[in-house]
């Protein structure tokens, strides 16, 4: 089944504990990214990967580290979260081409910060 | 800088009534548009995208939506809403011929009246 899978789903931590969210996709997409949901913000990209070792900053970058060291992997690591950083988190890829092909949202990582 | 405008953050109908979202974007030249919907505690799925053929798009559980360039509109409708729709829909927009994600409408939360 084409899917992306993140974990954990839920996730309680406290502030300055560094923690990673793993993002994994079986299609064999080039275009990965991070979105974070705020209620009535929509979804704010945090970044986004064009390619393994390709990677950029997108809407709210601060306080978030990514990496692509892998094409299926696009780990989000937060070094040291703060309360702010409570939120809801999605990852998604699509393949590579113009904006005209459909993202594919993982679950969501439900993350608190205390 | 790609901005969507979703008109309502909060939606209300009557079960069999007619369904209207409205989101407008800002874009000297058309962009790539979508609607996602988000059941509670799940990740987003597309509906439908308009990429530059017909304006009247149809999508899937016969939701449609209409590009409207003269009105930077891409309004989402459905004939007759079931209780099943009740959701929250985001209106998104991608540049063309960029690399860059999607930027994303706040949301409407859509509520279906017995």
């Known amino acids: 089944e084409a899917q992306v899978t993140q974990n954990p789903r839920y996730l309680i931590t406290v502030t300055g504990k560094k923690l990673t969210v793993t993002c994994s996709q079986n299609?064999?997409?080039?275009?990965m990214s991070w979105y974070r949901q705020d209620p009535g913000l929509g979804l704010r990209q945090i970044y986004y990967s064009m390619n393994v070792e390709v990677t950029d900053k997108g809407d709210v970058p601060e306080g978030y580290k990514v990496s692509r060291k892998e094409k299926r992997n696009f780990p989000l690591i937060l070094e040291s979260p703060s309360p702010n950083q409570t939120s809801l988190y999605f990852c998604a890829s699509r393949p590579a081409g113009t904006g005209g092909h459909e993202q594919y949202f993982g679950p969501g990582t439900r993350l608190t910060v205390t | 800088a790609q901005s969507v405008t979703q008109l309502g953050s909060h939606v209300s109908v009557s079960e069999g009534a007619l369904v209207l979202l409205r989101c407008n974007y800002s874009?000297?030249?058309?962009?790539?548009l979508f609607w996602y919907v988000q059941y509670p505690n799940q990740g987003l799925q597309l509906l439908l995208k308009?990429?530059?053929?017909?304006?009247l798009v149809k999508g899937i559980n016969g939701f449609e939506a209409e590009f409207k360039k003269s009105e930077t509109s891409f309004h989402l409708t459905k004939p007759s809403a079931h209780m099943s729709d009740a959701a929250e829909y985001f209106c998104?927009?991608?540049?063309?011929?960029?690399?860059?994600?999607?930027?994303f409408g706040s949301g409407t939360q859509l509520t279906v009246l017995p």
């Open positions: 874009s000297s030249v058309p962009p790539y």
């Open positions: 308009y990429t530059s053929a017909a304006t």
């Open positions: 299609m064999n997409h080039e275009y």
């Open positions: 998104a927009v991608s540049d063309r011929g960029s690399a860059r994600q999607l930027t």
